[in-house]
Nanobody, 122 residues
């Protein structure tokens, strides 16, 4: 059964860095695209970045230049390296995976993780 587990969240001060991980298991074949989303209290879930099988990455304008998404195929793990974090980056971050070609800003993913909390203080 397909499963996504996020880790790496935490609390940091503004300007700090964090790296999130998303371990995927049970996918045969591998997902075509994987992505990171986030949701802040009172706001809709929004796309952050996507990584598809061809290595193409896409980002929301709010994180472009600060966040980097990558994937280790051998470990079937998706990463999100976040730097220069801002208080507005505070959210629960979710990993998603899909069997169709769906790049950011698509939300059409089949599988979702439980999320990991990121808190950035000013």
């Amino acid at each position: 059964q397909e499963h996504l587990v996020e880790s790496g969240g935490g609390s940091v001060q503004a300007g700090g860095s964090l790296q999130l991980s998303c371990a995927a298991s049970g996918f045969t074949p591998r997902p075509v695209c994987m992505a990171w989303f986030r949701q802040s209290p009172g706001k809709e879930r929004e796309g952050v970045a996507s990584f598809c099988y061809n290595g193409i990455t896409k980002y929301s304008d709010s994180v472009k230049g600060r966040f980097a998404v990558s994937k280790n195929n051998a470990q079937n793990t998706l990463y999100l390296r976040m730097r220069d974090l801002k208080p507005e980056d505070t959210a629960i971050y979710y990993c998603a995976a899909g069997r169709l070609f769906r790049e950011y800003p698509s939300r059409d993913y089949d599988y979702w993780g439980q999320g990991t909390q990121v808190t950035v203080s000013s």
